[in-house]
Each structure stands twice: as structure tokens, then as C-alpha cells.
């Protein structure tokens, strides 16, 4: 019987049972999972702080990598790799937290041979959504060795961001609020360390310009002053929420600067695109994996971790490994 962490819209929300196979939902591939890992949307799913799940009880997890056990569907045989990411899984359909689920094989990727199952999952979600910025900005015309900025530095897709950009030869710019994670960041790249603080003013409509490319993960006022300090056509990749959903800016950095606002999904990009992304990550060489911060846990602390993400106390990437 594998494990699963089951919410509840009672308390307590988060239990880790024992479920009979035969009550895993009936899809045509069973997975048995090695990792999955906690996104922003995973934490706010798990506390039930964001309107994520409706069904219970549910079993969240938005991402996972494992291996097929039995398969239903000529696409994946028994012992392949796969990873999901997405398609609602974790917010619709049961998800990674897990030992092992039962999924549609629409909604999974072969995991590329150079990545073992702990790689694809310290990029997870976080990181395939990093390489589709990555991939946005280039498409928007990003010139080789361009100053950009990345928000949210230290969280999951803003880590994967700096470390990326600085691998294909960027001048990195990394925006934070934890001063204290400053020499990692470096470390991973960043030429320039920047405080939060400074992005949180009231937005001007344009600015002195300073950055060719962003990518921001954090929305609200900041992605507002980070519009009104990009260079003549600058491109940003808008990827995420974390400091709000609105966007109190005007129309000047569009019109007077000609400023790209690249919207950035992971959740529903087509296959190909995805396995596109996917083959670039499995490129990256072995350094960028040992410098990203990783805390790995099992299912009875994603409660906790959760809880942390949310309050700001968590940097890098949080890996789950169901058995641990
Ligand atoms: N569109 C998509 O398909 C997609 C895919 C993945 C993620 N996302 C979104 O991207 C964002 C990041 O996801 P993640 O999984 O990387 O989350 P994460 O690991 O929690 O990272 C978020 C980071 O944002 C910064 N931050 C948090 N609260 C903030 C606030 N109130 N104001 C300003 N900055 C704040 C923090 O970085 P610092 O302390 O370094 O500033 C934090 O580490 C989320 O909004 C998520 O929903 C979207």
C-alpha cells in the first residue's frame, strides 16, 4: 500500500496514510514515484492559504518523477522514466505526494537520459519554468551577455533563473528580501545583489533604464518599477505572484520604451515544448546541481515546509522523497 500525504477540509488537513492501490484514481499509466518537491503552489495547497484544491480529500503535489510500474498506453512501457509537471495535477487530480499515483500519459514527459530522478526534481517545476522564461526572452530577441534581472531570487524558480542565465553568459542581477542569502546568490552567479526594498516604492511610469531582460516572479508593485527600469525594448518575462496580482503600472514603458511583457505558463505548454526545455536542462552541467541549496524531507514535514515557504523562510529547493 503506498503512501500518500491525504488533505482534509477538516482538522487536521494533512494526514500520511497507508492507501490501498485499488483507491488511487483509474488512469492508464501507475507511476512509482522517487521525488517530488514543494512550489509556491504546492504551499499554498497544502495550508489551504490559496483556493487550489476544492475536492477532498485530495492528494497534492503538483510535480513528481518516477517509474512507470504498469502502463495502459502504448506511449510508456513498464520501467520507463517519466516526470509530470502541471496540467492540473496537485490542483485538479491527484498529485505527487505520493508513493505512487496513477496518471493520464498526456500529462507526462520521458525523463531525459542525463538526469536521475533527484536532478529532475531539484528543477522540477521551478526549473522547467526558468528555462521557459529562459527560452521567452531569447525568442524576444535578449542580446548575448545582456544585463538581467531576476525577483524572488532565492526561491525555486528565481535560483534556477540566476543560475541559468549566468551558465548561458549573462550579466546577472538578482533581487531579494533575505540580504542574508546574499554570497549563495553570488555564488550561483549574480554580479549584483539588490534589496527588495528597493522595488516595493510606489511605481513611477518610467525610470532610468538599467536592465535588457527580467524575469520576475514576484508581480505586484515590483514587477511595476522593474517595467519602468528597462531599457528601449527591454523584454520581462512575468512569471509569478508571490508579492501580489496586480500590477499598478501605465502604459509609458510600453509605449515610449517599446517594453515586452512576456507572460510565462508552465502548466499548460504543449508536449513538445516541454520535452524542448527538458532536453536543455539535462544539459546543464553537474556544478549548477551542487550549488543549488537543497532541503530534502519526507511527507510528514511538507506540512511544516509549507508553512515556512509561505512566511519566507525557505531558499533554494525543498525535494521530497515519499519513502524517507
Ligand atoms: N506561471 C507558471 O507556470 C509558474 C510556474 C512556477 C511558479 N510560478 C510562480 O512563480 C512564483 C515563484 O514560485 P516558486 O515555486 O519559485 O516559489 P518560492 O520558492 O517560494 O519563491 C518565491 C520567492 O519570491 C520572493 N517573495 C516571496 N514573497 C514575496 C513578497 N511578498 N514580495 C516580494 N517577493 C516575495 C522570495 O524571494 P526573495 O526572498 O529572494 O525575494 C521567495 O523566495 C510563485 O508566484 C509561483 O506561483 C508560476
Redesign the pocket.
Known amino acids: 500500500m503506498p503512501r500518500v500525504l491525504m488533505l482534509h477540509d477538516e482538522s487536521p488537513r494533512c494526514r500520511v496514510v497507508d492507501l490501498p492501490l485499488a483507491d488511487l484514481p483509474h488512469r492508464a499509466i501507475s507511476v512509482d514515484i522517487d521525488y517530488s518537491d514543494l ?3 504546492d ?1 499554498l495547497a497544502v495550508t489551504g492559504k490559496g483556493k487550489i484544491v476544492r475536492d477532498y480529500p485530495f492528494v497534492p503535489g503538483i510535480d513528481f518523477v518516477g517509474t512507470v510500474r504498469e502502463s495502459h498506453h502504448e506511449q510508456y512501457a513498464s520501467g520507463d522514466r517519466v516526470i509530470l509537471t ?1 496540467w492540473g495535477v496537485g490542483e485538479r487530480y491527484w498529485g505527487g505526494y505520493a508513493e505512487a499515483m496513477n496518471v493520464d500519459p498526456e500529462w507526462l514527459v520521458p525523463c531525459p537520459s542525463p538526469l536521475n530522478s533527484r536532478k529532475a526534481m531539484l528543477l522540477g ?2 526549473g522547467l ?1 526558468a528555462m521557459l522564461c529562459m527560452m521567452r526572452l531569447e525568442e524576444a530577441g535578449l542580446p548575448p551577455g545582456a544585463a538581467v534581472l531576476v ?8 535560483s534556477w533563473a540566476v543560475s541559468i542565465l549566468h551558465h548561458l553568459d549573462y550579466e546577472v542581477h538578482a ?4 540580504p542574508e ?1 546574499r554570497e549563495w546568490l553570488e555564488s550561483l552567479g549574480a554580479r549584483e545583489v539588490l534589496d ?1 526594498s528597493e522595488f516595493e516604492g510606489e511605481p513611477l511610469p518610467l525610470e532610468k533604464g538599467r536592465w535588457v531582460g527580467a524575469i520576475d ?3 505586484g508593485r ?1 514587477l511595476a518599477n522593474v517595467l519602468a527600469r528597462m531599457t528601449y525594448h527591454g523584454r520581462v518575462a512575468a ?5 501580489g496580482t496586480d500590477l499598478p503600472t501605465t502604459v509609458m514603458p510600453f509605449i515610449l520604451r517599446g517594453v515586452s511583457l512576456l507572460g ?4 499548460m505548454i504543449p508536449f513538445e515544448r516541454r520535452r524542448a526545455a527538458w532536453q536543455r536542462l539535462s544539459a546543464l552541467p553537474n556544478g549548477l546541481f551542487e550549488r543549488m541549496a537543497v532541503d530534502e524531507i519526507g511527507l510528514e514535514q511538507i506540512e511544516q515546509r509549507a508553512e515556512d ?1 509561505l512566511a ?1 523562510k ?2 533554494g529547493r525543498v525535494l521530497i522523497n515519499p519513502k524517507k
Request: proline share 0%; no cysteine.
Open positions: 512550489n509556491y503552489k504551499a502541471g517545476t521551478a519554468t525577483t524572488g531570487a532565492t526561491g525555486g524558480v528565481g533581487v531579494t528580501g533575505k542569502q527588495r516572479t514576484v508581480g515590483t512569471v509569478g505572484l508571490a508579492g510565462t505558463d508552465s502548466v515557504m519566507g525557505v531558499h
